[in-house]
């Protein structure tokens, strides 16, 4: 996207926002922040007019890097998660700085919903957070951040817990929230550096 120049370190989650996804969303950003990435998402932009799909588009732009997860295969059919899945392939296609990282929770179930990306071998997560934690370290990790995915799961566990109380604090149903996201965003930077995941 022309004018926009994306943040090496920002990785734009694509996920369901349902409560049966919660504690896999909050080892994304466990994960994330323990390589001293910067989770980002469409929760987090107040609406001002612009429209939902022009945020949705500049917010993907100013990342570097995209997560997808198409996990939701069921019933009903949730259009969102490969249209956004869509939105990154057409800005890494058109020669934006941009790469993307697909999850699922079957083998070989992409290759029946998304024919069209045949060859494009997703990280298989099982619905399990640890499993999940492990799926973003392999996709991301490097010499220079390489966290023991103990330690990351152990950070998870404590996160979870606040993730729970922040839920119940601000009277929300689930924890998709732009305050929550980034009151846990902040709190697994601290908990990070606390455990010399990251320095501060």
């Not at 058109?94 to 990282?101: D, M, V």
């Amino acid at each position: 996207m022309a004018g926009i120049s994306p943040d090496e370190q920002s990785v734009f989650l694509n996920v369901p926002y349902d409560r049966g996804y919660e504690r896999n969303f909050v080892a994304l950003i466990s994960a994330l922040v323990s390589l001293g990435r910067k989770p980002r998402c469409v929760l987090e932009i107040r609406e001002r007019g612009q429209g939902r799909l022009s945020r949705l588009i500049g917010l993907l732009a100013s990342c570097r890097i995209s997560i997808h997860d198409l996990s939701r295969a069921g019933v009903p059919v949730r259009f969102n998660l490969p249209f956004e899945l869509g939105l990154a392939c057409a800005l890494s296609a058109y020669g934006e700085e941009h790469g993307f990282i697909i999850l699922e929770k079957e083998r070989h179930r992409l290759d029946r919903t998304l024919s069209d990306l045949k060859g494009q071998d997703p990280y298989i997560h099982e619905g399990k957070p640890r499993v999940l934690i492990s799926c973003v370290l392999d996709a991301l990790g490097n010499e220079e951040a390489e966290p023991d995915p103990l330690e990351v799961h152990r950070l998870w566990k404590e996160l979870w817990a606040l993730a729970v109380s922040l839920k119940r604090k601000h009277g929300h149903r689930d924890i998709f929230n732009r305050l929550i996201f980034h009151k846990l965003v902040a709190a697994a930077t601290d908990l990070a550096s606390k455990a010399g995941l990251i320095t501060p």
